[in-house]
């Protein structure tokens, strides 16, 4: 049974960063693929970042458009932990971010963690 355990979620300012770290644990071999999308009140989940691998040193990455060139995914496999640095924060990246995992055996959603930006 795979788990998804995200945290670093908080409130800031317009121009902060924060990075959103998402723990894979239990069983989590075969999954190749792991990303962030966000929603806010009203709003459809939005993709934001993706990170897939082929092997422990090969590895793609993605991103939404809002959020190119201001968030940076990353992996440390060793902790199968996946990370999303986000700078430049604005008010419009206020949102739920929810962590997601993709393996041969199933699309999971972790827990959602709170990102609020003021302006």
């Known amino acids: 049974q795979v788990q998804l355990v995200e945290s670093g979620g908080g409130l800031v300012q317009a121009g902060d960063s924060l990075r959103l770290s998402c723990a894979a644990t239990?069983?989590?071999?075969?999954?190749?693929?792991m990303g962030w999308f966000r929603q806010a009140p009203g709003t459809e989940r939005e993709f934001v970042a993706a990170?897939?691998?082929?092997?422990?040193?090969?590895?793609?990455?993605d991103y939404g458009n809002s959020v190119k060139g201001r968030f940076t995914i990353s992996r440390d496999n060793t902790k199968n932990t996946v990370y999303l640095q986000m700078n430049s924060l604005k008010p419009e990246d206020t949102a739920v971010y929810y962590c997601?995992?993709?393996?041969?055996?199933?699309?999971?959603w972790g827990q959602g963690t709170q990102v609020t930006v003021s302006s």
């Open positions: 997601n995992l993709v393996s041969n055996l199933q699309n999971l």
């Open positions: 990170i897939a691998w082929s092997g422990p040193h090969t590895y793609y990455t």
């Open positions: 239990g069983r989590t071999t075969n999954t190749y693929a």
